[in-house]
Every structure is written in structure tokens, then in C-alpha cells.
């Protein structure tokens, strides 16, 4: 009999493969579940190839396109992948609940022996279950070799950090680790400087520099725009379990020339248009979408002057991510003229009002944390008192989690909640022993979830054969 299923699902394999050659699309239908509760999940994403829908109430799904490999995710919980080799008619599919707290690394933090083994002993210790890693940064270096001719063309690919990304997935992975992808997109000097017709321009034609000397693109220009989608696609195929865009939005600064007209109602088509198009680009991988906001985007009516609209770009990414650092309120919130006093009420205030104006459930908002000292207010330590009280404001707000922001990647246990134990999903079964969670949760191992051992700390270390810099 176990021959016979085998056969079987090599067969079904088969079938798939011949119907995406042919050009033929394959239908499925399902239901989608919480793995914990059972209960249906309705508006969890199935996808298949090119093809997307969204469960309906009762968590039922119908799905018909060309591909080997059926996508779910849903708000507030890992993605799975299952191939459709394992499909029965109408099964039943279960989704663990996960909610990511991540901390960022830099391209060189995740490169770097001893930052790198710092933030992954915390991880090991406290509730920590995410990274988020720097794939282009703020100079519009990417960190690990690419196949895009562009980046190697303007001198992207000069300094690689990291040497090998699936096996830093894998591992990652491995250990029920999230992975966030942070994408500078706007922001990038390396582009600027090699293709000045893609670069922003002061009033008198020259390329404009920001505060620390660095040339930005045009947000208008769809070659910047295809660029950077071809660098989340490949941290898509690559492994990461979210994009996130960082930067998707216009200078601050007045007086620039635009390959269009400047004005709000065209600067926030252009930031939205980008969204919507890196959207459809990421269907088939199944992945997260996910963009970092100011923390006054939430509070300002208008688009800050940077083509950053909460509504528009809350309808184009799964994930809204305000910077919600104290220090960054310059001019305080009402009733917190000085928010560095008051490190929950801003975090906590300004989420409820992000919910208040999109209609939003919470779990559609994990916001950025401050876990660097102050710089506008005196220059306060933030230390595990001040990150509590943020962690704390999240939480109880029911954010889909949250990040720590720390610059030169240096992180301790102060404040962090301690490794509370996963309960393992009772009563709902997997589909077929091939059935897996991609990033964070619970695997499903043999048909059943099963929760891997917390001894992160140990494996973790040995992690070292993929960096580039010690």
C-alpha cells in the first residue's frame, strides 16, 4: 500500500509538471484552518503559480493555474508550501499561528562573527523568532552575489558579505527562524551615481545629496522600479520569508526635479504604483510584503511630502511597519511634547490611531522599536526599561509583532520577554507527510506538527561556513 501512494503521488507530480509544460491549468479546492483552533481561516492567500485567490468565510478556496507547488499564508501566521502531488480532493490545510520578533542585522552584522553570534544567543534565549537581514542597503550595495546584470553593471556587487544565502536560509530555517528581507529601495546611491538619468536632481540640474552625501533615484521611474522588484524576487527564490521595502518613498527635502511633476496626488500614485506592481511580481513565491513608514505618516493627513499615504499603501502590502521610535517624534504627539518619557504611550497611541484611520485589524501593523540611544531629546539610554515598555505597547495593542532597530547591530536580553514553549496544534492534521511550514511556527513533520527543541544556541553558532567578513 505504501509503494501504491508513492506511486501515486510521483504520478500526480508528473501530471503537474506535464500540465505547466503543456500550458494547461490545474484546479484545486480546499479549506484552509488554524492549526491550533481548527477554526477556518477566511482571507488566507492559496496560491498556484501565477494564480492567487483568498479564502472565503468558511476558509474554502478554489484554485485553478499552472504549477507544481500550492502557496498559503494568511495575517498572522507562517506560509506553507505543499506540492500538489499531496492534494486530496477538498483538504483540509492548517496554518500555524506565528507572529515574528525580529532584530535587524546589517549586511555586515550578518556577516560578522561576533555580532552575528551575539544576536543569535539572544535569539536563543528570549522570545526573539525573526531576523531581519539587509539585502540591498543604504548605499545600494547587495549583500550576496546576484544574477541581476544591472547590479553587477553599476558596481552593486563590489563588497559581498554574505557568500551563501540558501545555506544561511536553511539554517535559519532550520531552527524556526523567520527571515525578513529589508530592501532599501529609493535610496541608493550606487545606482544614482552609475545612471544619473535615474537620479534625483536639484532645482539647477545637478544630483541632489541627502544629509550624508548620498544620491537618491527616481521614484517615478519604472527602470528604478523594476530594479529593485528584481532584487526582492530573488530573496524570494532565494528563501526569505518577507519582503520589506525600507526607503519606498520620496526625499525629504524640497526643491528637487522629478522625472515628473512633484506633486502629492503624483508622488503617492508613484509610491503605491510601486507596491502594487512588486506585488504581482511576488505572487508565485509566496512571500510576505511588508513597508517600513514613518511613525508621522500615521499622525500626518497628507503624504508627509514623501508619497507616503497610510490608506493607499495599507491596500498594497501585507504588512504595515512604522517606525515608531521616540527619538523620531521630533515634535511629539498630542499630549507627549517630549516622547522619550514616554516610550509606550507612543508606540502604543500611534498604533491605535493607525488602526483608527485604515479600518485595519492590528495584526496588519508590527512596528519598529527603538533599541539605540536618543539623539533629539538629550540623548537618553534606551535601555531594557524603555524597550519593555515598547514591547509592551505592541503587544497589547496585538501588533503581528515587532522589530528592534539598532543600527550597529548591538543587542542585549534587557527587557526582551524570556522563550515562553510552543503548544503543539491539537485535533487538525497536515496535508500529507510532505506538507511543511516555511520560516517560523512549528513544523509539520510525518504528517503531525511537531515543535522542535529550543536549543538554538548551540546549532546556531556552528552557522558560520556562509559569511563573507569575521
Known amino acids: 500500500m505504501k509503494g501504491y501512494k508513492n506511486i501515486k503521488n510521483i504520478c500526480a507530480s508528473l501530471l503537474a509538471v506535464l500540465l505547466l509544460v503543456s500550458g494547461s491549468a490545474a484546479a484545486y479546492s480546499g479549506m484552509v484552518v488554524d492549526a491550533l483552533t481548527c477554526k477556518p481561516i477566511p482571507g488566507a492567500f492559496v496560491t498556484l503559480g501565477d494564480s492567487v485567490v483568498r479564502t472565503v468565510q468558511d476558509g474554502h478556496f478554489q484554485i485553478s493555474g ?90 552593486a556587487q563590489k563588497i559581498i558579505t554574505i557568500k551563501h544565502i540558501k545555506r544561511l536560509m536553511d539554517d535559519l530555517h532550520k531552527e524556526g527562524i523567520y527571515t525578513i528581507a529589508r530592501i532599501v529601495v529609493f535610496k541608493d546611491n550606487v545606482l544614482a551615481l552609475a545612471r544619473p538619468d535615474l537620479a534625483v536632481r536639484t532645482a539647477g540640474g545637478a544630483i541632489w545629496r541627502d544629509r550624508e552625501g548620498l544620491a537618491w533615484t527616481d521614484p517615478f521611474s519604472k527602470q528604478v ?66 513597508a517600513d513608514i514613518f511613525g508621522y505618516v500615521i499622525w500626518n493627513r497628507n503624504d508627509t511630502g514623501i508619497g507616503q499615504n497610510l490608506e493607499e499603501m495599507a491596500q498594497q ?26 516610550p509606550h504611550q507612543i508606540v502604543y497611541r500611534s498604533l491605535r490611531k493607525a488602526e483608527e484611520r485604515t479600518g485595519l485589524p492590528a495584526v496588519r501593523f508590527r512596528p519598529w522599536l527603538q533599541a539605540f540611544r536618543d539623539y533629539a531629546f538629550g540623548g ?17 495593542f496585538g501588533s503581528d509583532g515587532w522589530m528592534l532597530w539598532n543600527p550597529r547591530n548591538v543587542y542585549t536580553t534587557a527587557g526582551l520577554p524570556s522563550k515562553s514553549g510552543l503548544a503543539p496544534p491539537t485535533g487538525c492534521q497536515p496535508a500529507g507527510p510532505q506538507g511543511f511550514v516555511m520560516g517560523g511556527g512549528s513544523m509539520l513533520i510525518n504528517g503531525a506538527n511537531s515543535c522542535k527543541a529550543c536549543q538554538y544556541t548551540r546549532r546556531l553558532k556552528a552557522m558560520i561556513s556562509f559569511t563573507g567578513i569575521q
Open 380 to 396: 537618553k539610554p534606551f535601555g531594557g526599561e524603555e524597550i519593555a515598555a515598547q514591547i509592551d505597547a505592541a503587544q497589547t
Open 225 to 290: 522600479w523594476d530594479y529593485n522588484i528584481d532584487v526582492a524576487v530573488e530573496a524570494a527564490k532565494d528563501g526569505f520569508d518577507e519582503i520589506q521595502f525600507d526607503y519606498v518613498r520620496f526625499p525629504d527635502a524640497k526643491g528637487l526635479a522629478f522625472s515628473r511633476s512633484s506633486t502629492q496626488e503624483s508622488r503617492v500614485s508613484a509610491i503605491s504604483g510601486f507596491l502594487a506592481e512588486a506585488r504581482k511580481r511576488l505572487i508565485p513565491y509566496n512571500v510576505f510584503l511588508s
Open 317 to 342: 502590502v501585507d504588512y504595515i511597519s512604522p517606525m515608531l521610535y521616540p527619538s523620531g517624534f521630533q515634535y511629539g504627539i498630542p499630549g507627549y511634547p517630549n516622547p522619550v518619557l514616554h
Open 66 to 155: 499552472q504549477g507544481t507547488v500550492l502557496g498559503l499564508r494568511a495575517y498572522g501566521y507562517s506560509r506553507r508550501e505543499v506540492p500538489v502531488g499531496d492534494l486530496k480532493e477538498d483538504e483540509t490545510l492548517s496554518l500555524a499561528p506565528f507572529k515574528p520578533k525580529a532584530l535587524y542585522l546589517s549586511s555586515y552584522g550578518a556577516a560578522n562573527t561576533r555580532l552575528r553570534e551575539s544576536a543569535l544567543d539572544i535569539i536563543g534565549k528570549t522570545d526573539l523568532n525573526a531576523v531581519v537581514i539587509d539585502v540591498k542597503n543604504d548605499r545600494g550595495m547587495i549583500a550576496y552575489k546576484t544574477d541581476i546584470p544591472l547590479a553587477t553593471e553599476i558596481g
